[in-house]
């Protein structure tokens, strides 16, 4: 019932910004929040942001230092993650998932996408 649909990665230089979306097209009593999630190559899954669809509180990984934000469109079951300043370090698969927490483990979440390539030239 719960199905995620990604969109927004792509190659970008040191600096620029991309802007990822995140559609859910089933929703569930289980799915109180929606988070982002990224995985570079060899190493592990790393959380990025997460946002409660009600009430719209938010939480940040320690590396975003300000550059990306999380935002919302309840009536259309969407994510959008903006990502400016970008920088080599930031390429990875980046992953949406619907979840019951905004907390950062990966426990929490239940629902994943595909995943969608961002990559960072220098």
């Known amino acids: 019932q719960v199905h995620l649909v990604e969109s927004g990665g792509g190659l970008v230089q040191a600096g620029g910004s991309l802007r990822l979306s995140c559609a859910d097209s089933?929703?569930?009593?289980?799915?109180?929040?929606m988070g982002w999630f990224r995985q570079a190559p060899g190493k592990e899954r790393e959380f990025v942001a997460a946002?409660?669809?009600?009430?719209?509180?938010?939480n940040y990984g320690d590396f975003v230092k300000g550059r990306f934000t999380i935002s919302k469109v309840n009536a259309e079951n969407t994510v959008y993650l903006q990502m400016n300043s970008l920088k080599p370090e930031d390429t990875a698969l980046y992953y949406c998932?619907?979840?019951?927490?905004?907390?950062?483990?990966?426990?929490?979440?239940?629902?994943w996408g595909q995943g969608t390539q961002v990559t960072i030239s220098s």
């Open positions: 946002i409660y669809w009600s009430g719209g509180r938010t």
């Open positions: 089933g929703r569930t009593v289980s799915s109180a929040s």
């Open positions: 998932a619907g979840g019951r927490s905004i907390e950062p483990s990966e426990g929490w979440y239940d629902f």
